[in-house]
């Protein structure tokens, strides 16, 4: 999180004080001169031996003279903005001293505030800060931001603020207000405001407003629940789609295996409930998941059933859709990068590539059992059909399968395939603390053994092709890999954090 928290400060009827005449304090001088011309700034004044001729139209008053301490009596915030470097630390100093807000450009460390790059579109204000780190990236990043603003939306939010009174009067309802707001702002009617039909928008959001209170004035529309892929952890991963749903979501229904950075996207009012499994541990139950959803979206809540990957691979989202349906509630699925794919690109490895996979097969080591425990009271093992991944020239993505590495290597090479197939285990995948360690799959036991995931396997020639970047070291292997000599692969992996 930034050190610097961001807040908006009203200046009307306040003073404030530019130490400096030059170009620099012009600068300072406009943003503030332009707020006071629009009724909503400060009274300027400047104090400088010399002023630029720019400068002077702009301020309330304009004292020809070098700072002095009685300067700073009855004012709210101070700009020293002068070119003698002395003096602006003095002027700082003694502006924190009486608790004064003081900024000195291109000085982080002697400020108490820090003037962000502002877009304009009055009433709304967009302030973008890189806490004096980066001044020229703030207003690279002011200029993008701006271009995809309408020049029209500060005149939306006064036409808006128009009739925060009638929306109140009919809907008392706090979330019954939201989703209002929410259909008209992304509805119609701000769309033929922002297109210029002004006299259209106000008939429209009228009409709308009488129709909700001869219905019923307070009543919420229906639930949803969508299930939402979060991806293998990088939020930038996170599809648009996905941010848009988590953004307008009431209530999140997330897993262990989300990545926080993620959640910082929910709404900020919005219920979070947390339902995370870890081996040995489910704290809730599939069951209790299932009727969390459906009591949550029929109390008319959009709820956002967040899961890790894809909810459609290996995340039980089909599970979850046929009870939400049977109940009668509406259901959206939105699909995420799965982990075989993010975690493959993440370390460089293709899943197909010509003359070394011609296809890739996903299975989870944790599927259903076709046997119950053995004599000796451990695990059944999973049903899968070991002979038919052994024989097909795939590249195989093994979830969930950290606590059966060992099982899974003796199954397939038993069913016939190469001891010395290369593997590849990817722990936190995407992420900042990603694993990245490769070997072959007769040691797919030893290499998996010290990790705790959540991690992917691969298993394939293709893992032949992973950036040596995030890796300790070039794999060896005896598999021919075009374009390169084959070698020999040691007994243990190479481990590399990235």
């Known amino acids: 999180m930034s050190s610097a928290f961001p807040l908006f400060l009203t200046l009307t009827g306040q003073t404030a004080l530019i130490v400096g005449g030059g170009e620099l304090a012009l600068r300072k001088a406009r943003l503030v001169a332009g707020s006071a011309a629009q009724g909503r700034g400060a009274r300027l004044v400047v104090v400088a031996p010399e002023v630029h001729p720019d400068l002077a139209p702009l301020a309330a008053e304009v004292r020809h003279r070098p700072f002095t301490p ?3 009596d009855g004012v709210t915030l101070v700009f020293a903005a002068g070119e003698d470097e002395e003096e602006a630390a003095k002027v700082a100093a003694l502006a924190r001293a009486r608790g004064l807000l003081v900024n000195v450009p291109d000085r982080p460390h002697l400020s108490t505030f820090i003037m962000p790059a502002i877009v304009d579109r009055a009433p709304i204000t967009v302030a973008i800060s890189t806490n004096g780190t980066s001044p020229v990236l703030a207003r690279r990043l002011r200029a993008r931001i701006e271009a995809t603003l309408e020049p029209g939306l500060g005149r939306l939010a006064t036409f808006l603020d128009s009739f925060r009174g009638a929306v109140r009067a009919v809907k008392s309802d706090e979330t019954a207000r939201r989703r209002f707001w929410e259909r008209v702002i992304d509805g119609p009617i701000a769309q033929r405001f922002l297109a210029g039909d002004e006299a259209g928008a106000h008939e429209q959001l009228v009409k709308t407003l009488n129709t909700d209170a001869a219905a019923a004035g307070d009543a919420v529309e ?91 691979v290996f995340g039980r989202g089909g599970e979850e859709m046929a009870v939400l349906r049977a109940a009668g509630v509406a259901v959206e699925l939105v699909p995420g990068i799965t982990a075989a794919a993010g975690c493959a690109a993440a370390t460089g490895i293709p899943l197909t590539h010509r003359g070394l996979a011609q296809g890739i097969t996903l299975v989870t080591a944790h599927g259903a059992a076709h046997s119950g425990p053995g004599a000796d009271g451990s695990p059944s093992e999973p049903a899968i059909d070991w002979t038919a991944l052994a024989r097909l020239d795939h590249t195989l993505a093994i979830y969930m399968g950290l606590s059966k590495a060992g099982l899974v290597a003796d199954r397939l090479i038993a069913a016939g395939k190469a001891s010395d197939t290369p593997v590849a285990v990817i722990e936190n995948g995407t992420r900042p603390d990603q694993t990245l360690i490769v070997g072959t799959l007769d040691r797919l036991g030893p290499l998996a053994a010290d990790l705790t995931g959540p991690a992917l396997i691969l298993v394939g020639k293709v893992v032949t092709l992973a950036d040596p970047a995030k890796i300790a070291a070039d794999i060896l292997t005896t598999v021919p890999v075009p374009g390169r000599d084959a070698d020999t692969t040691p007994d243990t992996g190479f481990k590399a954090a990235v």
């Open 222 to 312: 229906g639930g949803s629940v969508a299930l939402v892929g979060a991806g293998p952890g990088d939020p930038d991963l996170l599809t648009l789609r996905a941010l848009r749903v988590l953004q307008n979501a009431d209530v999140v229904v997330h897993d262990k295996l989300v990545d926080d950075r993620i959640l910082d996207y929910v709404r900020r009012d919005a219920r979070r409930i947390y339902v995370g499994k870890a081996k040995s541990c489910h704290t809730v139950s599939q069951d209790e998941i299932n009727a969390i959803l459906v009591r949550e979206a029929q109390a008319g809540h959009r709820v956002v059933r967040l899961k890790g990957g894809d909810p459609f």
């Open 70 to 72: 009685d300067d700073l």
